[in-house]
C-alpha cells in the first residue's frame, strides 16, 4: 500500500512539474467567452488559460492593433478566437460586441468582466472627470456589458443551463488605498452589484461571482517612468511587494494566477457557488 501511494505521488509530481498546477485539462471545451480589456495584463492571463483548456476567446481592448498582437499570441499554439474592439462604456458598441460573438460562435456562455484602470489622486486633488472616468469604465462598464449578456443567457433553451459572469474588483475595494478613492469605490461597488446580480439573475442559472486581485505584474502596477500615465513609484512599488507573503525575488504575483482562479470560476466545477467574492494576492490580505 505505501509503495502504491508513493508512486502516486511520484506521478502526481511529475504532472505537476510538466505542466505548473494545470493538472485537469479541457474544462472550457464546448464554451465560448467573451473577457474585456484582455488585450493585456490580467485580461490577456485569463484568455491565455482559457483558450489551453478549449474554449473560444473574444479578445476586446480599444486598440485594435494590440488586440490583433494578443490574438497572435494566444493562438499560435492553436485554439480558436476573434477580436472585438470595443469601448465597454459605450453600449452601442457593447452590442456589437455581443452580436459579433453569437454570428462567429453560434452562442456566448461566460462573460469575464476583466476591463478597468485606475487614476490616482490624493482626495483633495481629486477632479471631477477624474472621478468619473473611473466609474464610467470600471463600475458602468461592468454593466453594460451584465446587461447586454442577458437576453443571451435567459433564453428559454438555455434555463437548464449554467452561466457564468466573473466580474473583477480589488482588494483596493475591500480595504481601501492611499490615493486611490475613485478606484477603491469603483472596485467595492463592484462587489456590491454582483451580490445584487447574483440574487437576481440565480433563477435563470446565472453564476455571479468577483475576483478581487492583490499586486499583479501589469502595466498598472509597473515602474512608473516620467511621463507615463500609468504605473506607480519604485517605492511604492517597493512597499507592496513587501506586504505579500508567498513574493520570492522582488516580484508581484502574475496574470496567470489570477487566470487560474477566473478557470474556475468559468467551468462548471463552480456550478454551485454565486455571489462570492475571491482575493487572489498571494497572501497580502490576510
Known sequence: ??????????????????????????????????????????????????????????INGRDEGVCR????????????????????????????MITNTIDAFGHIDIVVNNAGT???ALIHKMSDSLFKFIFDLNLKGTHNVTQAILPEFRKESRKDEFKKIINFSSVAGISGNLGQTNYAMAKSGIIAYSKACARELSLDRINVNVI????????????????????????????AISSIPFSRGGGGGLPLHVGNVALFLASNLSDWLTGQTFTVDGGSYI
Do not use: W
Open 212 to 239: 478581487a486581485p492583490g499586486f499583479i505584474e501589469t502595466r498598472m502596477t509597473a515602474a512608473k517612468k516620467p511621463g507615463d500615465t500609468l504605473g506607480m513609484p519604485q517605492s511604492v512599488r517597493n512597499l
Open 118 to 120: 485606475s487614476r490616482d
Open 69 to 96: 498582437e494578443t490574438y497572435q499570441d494566444i493562438t499560435k499554439n492553436g485554439g480558436d478566437a476573434i477580436i472585438c474592439p470595443a469601448d465597454i462604456t459605450k453600449k452601442d458598441e457593447v452590442n456589437k
Open 1 to 58: 500500500m505505501a509503495s502504491s501511494v508513493q508512486k502516486n505521488k511520484t506521478s502526481l509530481n511529475a504532472e505537476e512539474s510538466q505542466s505548473g498546477i494545470n493538472l485537469m485539462h479541457g474544462l472550457l471545451v464546448g464554451k465560448t467567452a467573451i473577457i474585456t480589456g484582455s488585450s493585456r495584463g490580467i485580461g490577456k492571463g485569463c484568455a491565455q488559460v482559457f483558450i489551453e483548456q478549449g474554449a473560444k476567446i473574444v
